[in-house]
């Protein structure tokens, strides 16, 4: 069973067509939430840590939200630059290795002119 | 250096050669990730060292896998008698912060090994 579910797998935007992407989590115990971006052939690229309900980070066109069971990553304005997959990925407070990320399956955004 | 470096940034081995994975950190780094990433999907965890120790080896797929970090900085995957299963892309992480801290991890481009 997956820990950590994004939706939707996929998405086209127009240039300029504001979004949001959802990352869901199963397991209690949250100790931080992150996104990062990836591009073909390189590898994750860090964009926000999150890690208490009610917290909102922003980067350029990039909004990250969470709340008890979610996250949003809300994309205003997307331009063709930002066609990319996004990645969630959380830490869990159990066990013994703290640092370790769960990650979803990414969502895969194309935004075209 | 300025950021995670992996080599080689691709390996293609015939089924039943050993491969070795390399990953030069951040400088300073304390932590240090593998994780493994097959084609469509998120990275799953291999294994985890602080400093020198490996201290989590629970996402090693078999005992065909085997990682080291002997000073620890450098540290080396490598694969015995690969398999086809084992082709995906292979990411080494590091972060700054050992132990309870939280920190960013940073990746490297991964290596992608395609075994024929």
């Known amino acids: 069973e997956d820990q950590v579910t994004q939706s939707p797998e996929a998405l086209r935007l127009q240039e300029g067509e504001s979004s949001s992407l959802n990352c869901s989590y199963t397991v209690s115990g949250l100790r931080g939430l992150f996104w990062y971006r990836q591009d073909p052939g390189k590898g994750p690229e860090f964009l926000f840590t999150l890690y208490s309900a009610g917290e909102e980070k922003e980067k350029e066109r990039l909004k990250a939200t969470l709340t008890k069971k979610e996250s949003f990553l809300h994309i205003t304005a997307p331009k063709p630059e930002d066609s990319a997959t996004y990645l969630c990925a959380v830490q869990f407070d159990r066990g013994s290795t703290l640092g370790r990320l769960y990650f979803g399956r990414g969502t895969q955004l194309t935004v075209w002119p | 250096g300025a950021g995670v470096s992996q080599s080689p940034r691709y390996k293609v081995a015939k089924r039943g050669q050993d491969v070795a994975l390399r990953c030069d950190p951040i400088?300073?780094?304390?932590?240090l990730f593998w994780y493994q990433q097959a084609l469509g999907q998120g990275p799953e965890f291999l294994t985890y060292?602080?400093?020198?120790?490996?201290?989590?080896k629970s996402g090693l797929p078999s005992d065909r896998f085997f990682a080291e970090r002997p000073e620890g900085s450098v540290s080396t995957l490598k694969i015995q008698r690969t398999q086809q299963e084992d082709s995906a892309v292979y990411l080494c992480?590091?972060?700054?912060?050992?132990?309870?801290?939280?920190?960013?991890?940073?990746f490297g481009q991964g290596t992608r090994l395609t075994v024929v």
């Open positions: 060292f602080q400093n020198e120790a490996q201290l989590d």
């Open positions: 992480a590091s972060s700054l912060a050992g132990g309870l801290m939280n920190t960013e991890a940073f």
């Open positions: 400088s300073g780094h304390v932590s």
